[in-house]
């Protein structure tokens, strides 16, 4: 059973930053893609950016320019570097994991933005 388990949420004042980690139980070579998404109060789980095996990154247009993600293959770990947050960006965060068609899903990490 795979296995993600997220951390490094918080609170936050608008225009600081966060890093998040999500430590993978499997080898996340092994995966098509790892990445996170976000679920903010009231709305649909929504992408936020993803790293496939080739090492190649997509990002939503809202975190462009703002938001890092990268990996760690000897901790496998994959990591999201927020900076510049902002209220819009509050939300429940999930670290995700891709093979084939399944993705596999961690608990979440709240992170919230306010002043």
């Known amino acids: 059973q795979v296995q993600l388990l997220e951390s490094g949420g918080g609170l936050v004042q608008p225009g600081g930053s966060l890093k998040l980690a999500c430590v993978v139980s499997?080898?996340?070579?092994?995966?098509?893609?790892v990445g996170w998404h976000r679920q903010a109060p009231g709305k649909e789980r929504d992408f936020v950016a993803s790293i496939n095996v080739g090492g190649k990154t997509q990002y939503t247009d809202a975190v462009k320019d703002r938001f890092t993600i990268s990996r760690d293959g000897v901790k496998k770990t994959v990591y999201l570097q927020m900076n510049n947050l902002k209220p819009e960006d509050t939300a429940v965060y999930y670290c995700?994991?891709?093979?084939?068609?399944?993705?596999?899903w961690g608990q979440g990490t709240q992170v919230t933005v306010s002043s």
């Open positions: 499997e080898n996340i070579f092994n995966f098509n893609a």
């Open positions: 995700t994991a891709n093979i084939l068609t399944r993705r596999y």
